[in-house]
């Protein structure tokens, strides 16, 4: 053995004399005992709090991903739930950009009228009277002009019809319709949102009112029965009045001719 591991054998053995010794005194074990339940205590509450700051970081990873994820369809949603939010604290506008550029050329039939309202209010098409389902509004030059949405909403049709020309119909709340005839140039399709004021397509011309020349033939239905616009303009749609059943069964639609029973031949 060298000096070296003599010297090392030597504190070894001091070593073990002192821990003898110590070990002797009365509160050593107890000591030790204290000092390794310590040890243990700590290492079970650091694992434990590691795998609760593991959980929440999991949670919040998890959470951002499923927000990641649905964002798109979150903000469709957000889109898509907007338009009737905002149309319940709309009011009917003219379905114009600019109402002192139009004239109301043609009104709607109310039974409680006078007679000569009444005739000013009757659509002649092949030597027969219709009754006007709504308003009639062209310029005052004759001119095409944008058509708007009055009222936020969805369109559920958009088509050319042979007698009434192109044609828009608008959804609302409350089995509410908003109808838009004698257009040209419509830019909305069915299925599509739109807001109030957005312009779906031009002032036209049709067969069905061809004495109204270039205008929009525009009409507000609730259960399909057709009410006067002009007695619910800057109004919400709560202020339409409740549907008869029967009145909505005997209700021609908005591009549906009647009989020539039903009309005043001329």
């Known amino acids: 053995m060298n000096n070296h591991e003599e010297k090392q054998a030597s504190k070894w053995g001091q070593t073990q004399a002192k821990i003898k010794r110590l070990m002797k005194k009365r509160w050593a074990v107890p000591a030790l005992y204290l000092a390794l339940a310590a040890m243990v205590l700590t290492t079970y509450m650091w694992i434990s709090g590691s795998g609760e700051e593991v959980t929440e970081d999991q949670r919040d990873s998890e959470f951002d991903i499923n927000q990641s994820e649905n964002l798109e369809d979150g903000v469709a949603m957000e889109d898509e739930e907007a338009v009737p939010a905002a149309a319940v604290n709309e009011v009917f506008q003219m379905p114009v950009l600019d109402e002192n550029e139009v004239d109301v050329v043609g009104t709607f039939f109310d039974h409680q009228s006078s007679v000569t309202d009444q005739e000013s209010a009757l659509v002649r098409y092949e030597n027969y009277y219709y009754q006007s389902k709504g308003v009639d509004l062209s310029s005052a030059e004759g001119e095409s002009f944008d058509v708007t949405a009055a009222l936020s909403g969805t369109v ?111």
């Open 156 to 266: 559920v049709k958009a088509e050319e019809d042979a007698l009434f020309g192109e044609v828009v119909h608008i959804e609302h709340d409350e089995d509410i319709v908003t109808v838009y005839q004698s257009l040209e140039g419509v830019l909305v399709e069915p299925g599509q949102t739109v807001k109030q004021g957005d312009v779906i397509a031009r002032a036209g011309r049709n067969l069905y009112n061809s004495d109204a020349g270039v205008h929009v033939h525009f009409e507000i239905r609730k259960d399909g029965v057709a009410v006067n616009p002009l007695n619910y303009m800057d109004q919400p749609m709560a202020a339409l009045p409740d549907v008869d059943p029967v009145e909505a069964a005997d209700e021609r639609g908005a591009e549906e001719v009647p009989q020539p029973a039903d009309m005043l031949e001329e």
